[in-house]
Each structure stands twice: as structure tokens, then as C-alpha cells.
């Protein structure tokens, strides 16, 4: 076969390869770049070419090309030759810098700070961005023995989440129902036992945290995990995030969230005041609080 045989044989290969992906598989290159960070963030171990492009239903040829466009833009790095793709610590810088631009390493982390060592407990900041709600900071105030301390990005699942009944709650039962059921309700094998798997069964949850002024969970986002939240405003009155306090059920109890909500709601409106007031927060640079 000569060269120009096997370079056309080549170019059917990968235009078969093309046309054969599944359904439902990414398409534009956007979705497909995105795809793959966001696989690389849940597998910090790395991934094989091959385990990435059947866990997106990708065709091979083209996650190795956007593997290799990620590569030399310095996003992702290979092992070795053929080896496991991870993602750099690019990835992470930018959202460091993001957030420190924004304000919220100055100004937001004192507070928490200040909660998670009054409470001995896990405190997290969630914003809201287009209906989602993403944990972007965080203090770890248990100095020992069992603590919750997940990663940071996460979004959370806001059927189940204190963070999500925080939010919610500012909305009405149409307009927070619609939004549940638009991102999907957390099942209880999946999430916690006590899960809100039905719609009767959340807005019981939400018309609960609107009457006490703040969200409390137990065992309904992991199995033996309890935790409460309240809403951070904008200026404006509109939720922009909640503060969250979180840990292990049998030590955070309902009796023992009651008696730490006036430190929460506190430092909520600490928080509100700080975005009002500074224009690293509100301003227009900035969106995490901007209204």
C-alpha cells in the first residue's frame, strides 16, 4: 500500500471513528474540553486514554486530540508515554486567583474562620451561579476524631442540602420545586436515608426552613452526615449563597444546631454586609455577589 493509500485509509478510520460515537456523547469541542476536565477533577489518580473516551462515549481519535491540545496548553499532563492523562495544578490556580480577586480569601474566610472554631465544625461557603450552588471556601473546625471535610467545587444536590433548603426557601414552593425537579431529586442509595425523594416530601423540608429562618438536614445528603445553612444576600434582597455548618449526626444534633443557629445567621449577615460593603465583592469584577 502506498503512502497516499494509507493516509486516505487513516482519514476513513477516524471519519468511521466520528460517526460510530454514541448518542449522547459530547459534541462541539467546548462540551468535549469541559467533559474531560471535569472527569480528570472526580479521578485525581488519572485516567487512560481509553477509559476516558468510553466513560464519555467519545471516539478515541478525538479525546486524543483534545487530551493534547490540554497537554500543551499545560491543563493536563501524561505519566508517561501511553501513560494515565491527570490535570495539572493549572486548573486549581485559576480558581484560587479568581477567588482571591474576588474578595472572598480577605474578607469571607475571617468569618468562617471564626465560626469553625466556635462551633468545632465543618463551615462552607456555597454561591450561586445559574441555579447551582458551588462550595467555593471553607474552615475545618473539628480538631480531631471523625470530621466531614469534602472538596471544594462541589455543587451541591439541592433536593438534600442544607445549603440548597437555604436557598430555596427565599423562593417560592412553584419556583423551588421547578428548579429541584430541573436538576433532579438525590436518591436515598445514592445520598443519605432520609433523602426527600418526592415532591411532597421536599416541600415539607422547605416550608420547615422558612419557618425557622434556616435549613437544617439529617442524614438526607450522606448516611450518617447532619447539617444546617443559611442564605447570604445581595443587597437587593436576593439569595447570592448560604453558610453552611456540617458534621457527624450523632455529635451534631438538632439540639445542638438550634443552639449554634444565632452564630450561623450571624455570620451569614456578616457576610452580606461584607459583599455590600466592599467593592472586591460587589463590584463589577466581581460575580459572586454582584447583583
Known amino acids: 500500500m502506498t503512502g497516499g493509500s494509507k493516509s486516505a485509509m487513516r482519514q476513513l478510520e477516524i471519519v468511521a471513528d466520528e460517526i460510530a460515537e454514541e448518542p449522547g456523547a459530547p459534541q462541539g469541542l ?23 473516551a468510553d466513560r464519555l462515549h467519545m471516539p478515541r481519535s478525538a479525546t486524543h486530540r483534545v487530551l493534547a491540545s490540554l497537554v500543551e496548553r499545560g491543563y493536563v499532563r501524561q505519566e508517561r508515554a501511553h501513560g494515565a492523562y491527570l490535570l495539572t495544578a493549572k486548573i486549581a490556580s485559576l480558581g484560587f486567583t479568581f477567588l482571591a480577586g474576588s474578595g472572598v480569601t480577605d474578607v469571607v474566610q475571617p468569618i468562617l ?12 461557603l456555597a454561591v450561586l451561579d445559574n441555579d447551582n450552588l458551588t462550595f467555593v471556601a471553607k ?48 436518591s436515598r442509595e445514592e445520598y443519605g436515608p432520609r433523602a426527600p425523594h418526592t415532591p411532597a416530601a421536599f416541600l415539607k423540608m422547605l416550608r420547615a426552613t ?22 447570604v444576600l445581595r443587597a437587593n434582597g436576593e439569595v447570592s449563597g448560604a453558610v ?7 455529635r451534631l444534633t438538632e439540639a445542638r444546631m438550634d443552639a449554634v443557629a444565632p452564630l450561623l445567621l450571624e455570620a451569614a449577615r456578616e457576610i452580606s454586609m461584607a459583599a455590600a460593603a466592599s ?13
Not at 469534602?150 to 440548597?164: E, T
Not at 465583592?281 to 454582584?290: D, M, V
Open 113 to 124: 474562620d471564626r465560626l469553625a472554631s466556635a462551633t468545632q465544625e465543618l463551615v462552607r
Open 244 to 250: 453552611t455548618i456540617a458534621g457527624p449526626h450523632l
Open 139 to 186: 474552615a475545618q473546625g473539628s480538631p480531631q476524631g471523625l470530621r466531614y471535610d469534602p472538596d471544594m467545587g462541589q455543587v451541591a444536590r439541592l433536593s438534600c442540602s442544607a445549603s440548597g433548603l437555604a436557598w430555596l426557601s427565599h423562593l417560592s414552593d412553584e419556583a423551588a420545586l421547578a428548579i429541584v425537579q430541573k436538576q433532579g431529586f438525590g
Open 210 to 231: 422558612r419557618r425557622r429562618g434556616y435549613a437544617i438536614t439529617m442524614q438526607t445528603y450522606t448516611p450518617w452526615m447532619a447539617a444546617m445553612a443559611a442564605a
Open 30 to 52: 467546548v462540551e468535549r474540553t469541559l467533559g474531560i476536565l471535569e472527569l480528570l477533577a472526580n479521578n485525581a489518580a488519572g485516567l487512560l486514554l481509553f477509559e476516558i
Open 279 to 291: 467593592p472586591g465583592l460587589s463590584g463589577r469584577r466581581a460575580s459572586l455577589f454582584a447583583p
